[in-house]
């Protein structure tokens, strides 16, 4: 016998293109804020990528319309926060731990938290990983081991990270929220972290290396001035990602750091809130 295929629910085809007039229409309807077909309409609304759409906004007026009607935050096995994480919607993200969303949550089969989403995609949102990490993500837990005997092992948010191979941009705040890898690696960012002897020593390295080059040419300001708004300005354990990404993330920088240096002269204070 043939069957029709199942028609989405109109709450849903809202939540997936964002539609918030539907979702206000629709709720105010009495349609159920958890209307589910195996997903919730907060899980459709986190699981669509905007890269291309630019309607975050509106995105996260409809997750606010879906949360007064009584929506579930934490509802499914891939939570709304994981699939956010997982799209890359920082705006969602924010909503989601501002709501009181579980941010160590796990997917069940694997056991991939919201931090190893945001660190597996590509391209990475350094705001979603930021994100998370400030919010209190574990940012060693481990995924589960692989099924039927397989070779592959548990891993952390950093692992995958690595394995993707293109995401350096979130390297730094992993090290600073003392992430750990078992992946072996050649990236030279690495490499030079580890070398130093972790990214603290590595970071004030790279801190005396920047302000080196300034000093001299600013004989009107002390010298660490001059070290503190470099720390500011460059943010110094991303130097090397900078770096990496070709000049113009460095040119942009340098000016940049010029600029409040200069201003720092007029000023003739110590306070970088004063001249930035």
């Not at 949102?125 to 099924?147: D, F, K, R």
């Not at 070779?151 to 293109?166: E, S, Y």
């Not at 007029?266 to 004063?274: K, L, P, Q, W």
Request: hydrophobic content about 40%; proline content about 7%; aromatic content about 6%.
């Amino acid at each position: 016998m043939f069957m029709e295929p199942q028609q989405e629910h109109p709450i849903h085809t809202a939540a997936r293109n964002a539609d918030v007039d539907a979702i206000r229409r629709l709720i105010g309807e009495g349609v159920s804020p958890m209307a589910s077909d195996g997903l919730t309409p907060l899980q459709y609304l986190c699981c669509a990528p905007d890269l291309l759409r630019g309607d975050a906004d509106n995105r996260v007026a409809c997750f606010n319309i879906l949360v007064d009607a009584g929506a579930d935050i934490n509802a499914g096995i891939n939570t709304p926060l994981s699939l956010a994480a997982r799209q890359g919607h920082p705006k969602l993200v924010a909503a989601l731990i501002n709501a009181g969303a579980n941010v160590n949550c796990k997917y069940t089969p694997t056991r991939w938290t919201p931090l190893h989403w945001a660190c597996r995609r590509h391209p990475p949102s350094v705001e979603c990983v930021e994100l998370l990490i400030n919010a209190g993500a574990a940012v060693n837990a481990l995924t589960a081991p692989a099924p039927n005997g397989s070779a592959a092992r548990p891993r952390t948010p950093f692992d995958l990270a690595i394995i993707r191979g293109h995401n350096q941009r979130i390297y730094p705040l992993l090290l600073r929220a003392g992430a750990t890898h078992s992946q072996g690696t050649t990236d030279a960012y690495l490499r030079k972290v580890h070398a130093a002897g972790g990214i603290k020593k590595y970071e004030r390295i790279h801190l005396n290396a920047i302000a080196a080059t300034f000093i001299p040419k600013l004989p009107l300001l002390p010298p660490e001035m001059v070290r503190r708004v470099v720390e500011y300005a460059f943010h110094v354990g991303d130097y090397y990602v900078y770096m990496s990404y070709g000049q113009q993330g460095y040119i942009y920088k340098e000016r940049r750091l010029r600029g409040i240096l200069r201003r720092s002269c007029v000023a003739g204070s110590m306070d970088i809130r004063r001249v930035v």
